[in-house]
C-alpha cells in the first residue's frame, strides 16, 4: 500500500514564526502535492512538484514555498506564519503515469495565533 | 481554467437507502479524468471512484457507481445500500491529461467544495 505521512498532525504556531511541514512518501512517486483544506472552498493547491529539485505554483501559493531536495520528501514552509493561515494542510503523491490518482496524507492541522 | 461544482453542502439519509451526490464541470478539455474522493472524520481522504472522460460506461465500485453525462458535464456518485461508514465529505475532482516533457504525467486536481454526508442508524 502507498504510504504518504505528514510530520504532525496538530500544530500551534504564532504569528511571524517560520512554519515547517514535511510530507514523506514510500512508493517512489514522482509527484508531490501540497493543499490547503477549507471549510466551504474544498481542497486548493499550494505548490507541487514533478521530481527532486523542481516545483511549481499552484492556484494559492502567495505566502508559501516549498522544498524538494529528496524524491520522497516535499516540504512546505511558511516563511512568516499568518493567521489566515489557519487551516488544514493535505499532502499528496502521485506517480507519472497515466490514469493514476494521487494519494494523500493524514493532513496537518494548523492553528496561528 | 476548469471549475467544479457541487451543490450540496450537506446530505443526510438513513442506512441502507441510496443517495446520490451531484457535481458538475466545466471544462474545455475534451481529455481529462473524473474522481470522488472520500475524507472520513479525522482520516486520511481516499479514492472512492473515477472515470475516465473518454468511457462511456460508466464506472462502478461494489455499491459506488456513477452517473457521467459528458455533454451535460455531470458527474453525479450513487451509493446504493448506504452504510454507516460511508459517513465522511465527498469531494468531485477534475483532472486534465497533459505533457511534461516527454512523458504525460498527472496534472493537478481542481475539487469540488464538498458535500457532508451523514448516514442516520
Known amino acids: 500500500d502507498v504510504k504518504v505521512t505528514q510530520s504532525s498532525r496538530y500544530l500551534v504556531k504564532r504569528t511571524g514564526e517560520k512554519v515547517f511541514l514535511e510530507c514523506v512518501q514510500d512508493?517512489?512517486?514522482?509527484?508531490m502535492f501540497w493543499y490547503r483544506q477549507d471549510p466551504g472552498l474544498g481542497l486548493r493547491l499550494i505548490y507541487f512538484?514533478?521530481?527532486?529539485?523542481?516545483?511549481e505554483k499552484g492556484d494559492i501559493p502567495e505566502g508559501y514555498s516549498v522544498s524538494r531536495e529528496k524524491k520522497e520528501r516535499f516540504s512546505l514552509i511558511l516563511e512568516s506564519a499568518s493567521t489566515n493561515q489557519t487551516s488544514m494542510y493535505l499532502c499528496?503523491?502521485?506517480?507519472?503515469?497515466?490514469?493514476?490518482?494521487?494519494?494523500f496524507g493524514p493532513g496537518t492541522r494548523l492553528l496561528v495565533l | 481554467a476548469q471549475t467544479v461544482t457541487q451543490s450540496q453542502p450537506e446530505m443526510s439519509v438513513q442506512e441502507a437507502e441510496t443517495v446520490t451526490l451531484s457535481c458538475t464541470y466545466d471544462?474545455?478539455?475534451?481529455?481529462?479524468?473524473l474522481f470522488w474522493y472520500k475524507q472520513p472524520p479525522s482520516r486520511q481522504m481516499i479514492l472512492v471512484i473515477r472515470?475516465?472522460?473518454?468511457?462511456?460506461q460508466n464506472a462502478t465500485e461494489n455499491r459506488f457507481s456513477v452517473n457521467f453525462q459528458k455533454a451535460a458535464k455531470s458527474f453525479s456518485l450513487k451509493i446504493s445500500d448506504s452504510q454507516l461508514g460511508d459517513t465522511a465529505m465527498y469531494f468531485c475532482?477534475?483532472?486534465?491529461?497533459f505533457g511534461w516533457g516527454s512523458n504525460f504525467g498527472n496534472e493537478k486536481l481542481t475539487f469540488g467544495t464538498g458535500t457532508r454526508l451523514t448516514i442516520i442508524p
Open positions: 512538484s514533478y521530481d527532486v529539485k523542481m516545483k
Open positions: 472515470q475516465e472522460a473518454y468511457k462511456q
Open positions: 512508493m517512489d512517486h514522482e509527484n
Open positions: 471544462t474545455s478539455e475534451s481529455n481529462y479524468y
Open positions: 475532482a477534475f483532472m486534465k491529461l
Open positions: 499528496a503523491s502521485a506517480p507519472t503515469r497515466l490514469q493514476e490518482t494521487q494519494y
